[in-house]
């Protein structure tokens, strides 16, 4: 085979793999496209407890870490501002609109190690459980980075009913 039959087979594997990429990526925001993040604002009068930077991870299916979900506006990893006010907690992803997650929203806070293909110290993640508007709870991760991950679950944990804090998963 000379050099440039070789180069020309490179070259239609990768085009190949990158289409099946593509693809497979079209296909999840398919299936995906019934799943709305909450996008809105902060509510008048609501009293900030604390704002977090963060890194903001990947929204999966609840109890599925390794099973990422496309939703609009949370399809990707991102810079993110967390400020979580006694009405609930907003995510400022870079590019995108605030996503408001009210607190009658969030069934769960928590710690956790891993998310997708990240993996951390132990803890190292807040695992935010929240309801879509179908009533489909989903987890987002976020990598608090000026603040542990601790302090944010508290903070979230703050504002929820004892019974919905949630443990380290």
Do not use: C, K, N
């Not at 020309?8 to 594997?13: G, H, L, R, S």
């Not at 019934?34 to 903001?56: D, K, M, N």
């Not at 935010?128 to 991950?149: E, M």
């Amino acid at each position: 085979m000379t050099r440039e039959g070789a180069l020309a087979i490179m070259i239609a594997v990768a085009v190949g793999l990158l289409a099946a990429l593509v693809w497979a990526w079209w296909r999840r925001t398919r299936r995906d496209a019934a799943f709305t993040a909450p996008v809105g604002e902060i509510p008048g009068g609501a009293h900030e407890l604390g704002e977090f930077a963060a890194l903001y991870v990947a929204t999966t299916r609840h109890g599925d870490p390794l099973e990422r979900l496309a939703i609009a506006g949370l399809g990707f990893r991102s810079r993110s501002d967390v400020t979580v006010t006694d009405a609930g907690v907003a995510l400022d992803l870079t590019g995108q609109p605030r996503v408001f997650l009210a607190a009658d929203r969030i069934a769960d806070v928590g710690q956790s190690t891993v998310a997708i293909d990240r993996v951390v110290e132990p803890d190292g993640l807040v695992r935010l459980a929240w309801r879509l508007d179908d009533g489909t709870v989903v987890d987002s991760y976020l990598r608090p980075q000026d603040a542990s991950a601790r302090a944010l679950a508290d903070a979230v944990a703050g504002i929820l009913p004892p019974t919905q804090t949630g443990t380290s998963a």
